[in-house]
């Protein structure tokens, strides 16, 4: 039973190809939330959504488009890919929205811009 | 300055070693600090919570926050094989408590 569950696990491209990368959580909690990890292990949030609303939009690119279609769902679409858009993307998700809480992590989704 | 600096390795021990990590952060509002354990190609997952300063003890590892120094360690006593992982401490408890903040990550293996 997957708590935090993400699709693709890996996902190659071209340049300028625009993609999706789902997420979904089983845990009934509130709050999800996408974190881009880079080549460095940098960890950096995203976005964060409470109940569908957006709560956190990091300084992203406005290539990056979050959508929530429901509390259990985010989805991140990416257009215009880039080669730097390259790294693991992490879903997350929390009971609330609050820091302190402790979030539960998805699998990660690699992507590769070529 | 970043807002929270961790070394990020790589650091290789012998088995049963006592491992000592640490974090440095900026903002002395901070009130909140974890530990995440990354397995390779894995996602981050708790391992310990602390709030404000002071030790915690979780058995075989201890986390530790000295606010007055904005120093955090997280300490693996007799550390194994297993422990073989990505260390990232999270930080949080600004800007309304919204945002976690990790540090880069220590690469940490336990050689048998």
């Known amino acids: 039973d997957t708590a935090v569950s993400q699709t693709p696990k890996y996902l190659v491209t071209q340049m300028g190809n625009d993609k999706s990368i789902k997420c979904e959580q089983n845990?009934?909690?509130?709050?999800m939330y996408w974190y881009k990890q880079d080549s460095k292990k940098f960890l950096k949030i995203m976005f964060s959504y409470n109940n569908k609303e957006l709560i956190i939009n990091e300084t992203v690119p406005n290539r990056f488009s979050p959508k929530s279609p429901d509390k259990a769902h985010l989805n991140l679409h990416i257009n215009s890919l880039e080669l730097g858009d390259s790294a693991v993307y992490f879903c997350?998700?929390?009971?609330?929205?609050?820091?302190?809480?402790?979030?539960?992590f998805g699998p990660g989704t690699r992507l590769t811009v070529l | 300055q970043k807002e929270v600096e961790q070394d990020p390795g790589p650091l290789s021990v012998p088995e049963g070693a006592i491992v000592s990590l640490n974090c440095t952060y900026s903002n002395s509002a901070f009130q909140y600090f974890m530990w995440y354990r990354q397995y390779s190609r894995k996602g981050p997952e708790l391992l310990m919570y602390t709030y404000s300063s002071g030790n915690k003890e979780d058995g075989r590892f201890t986390a530790q926050v000295d606010k007055s120094s904005k120093y955090i360690s997280l300490f693996i006593r007799d550390s194994q094989p297993s422990d073989s992982a990505t260390y990232l401490c999270a930080i949080a408890g600004v800007q309304g408590a919204q945002k976690l903040v990790f540090g880069q990550g220590t690469r940490l293996t336990i050689n048998p």
């Open positions: 845990l009934g909690h509130d709050t």
């Open positions: 997350a998700s929390s009971p609330r929205l609050a820091a302190n809480n402790e979030q539960f």
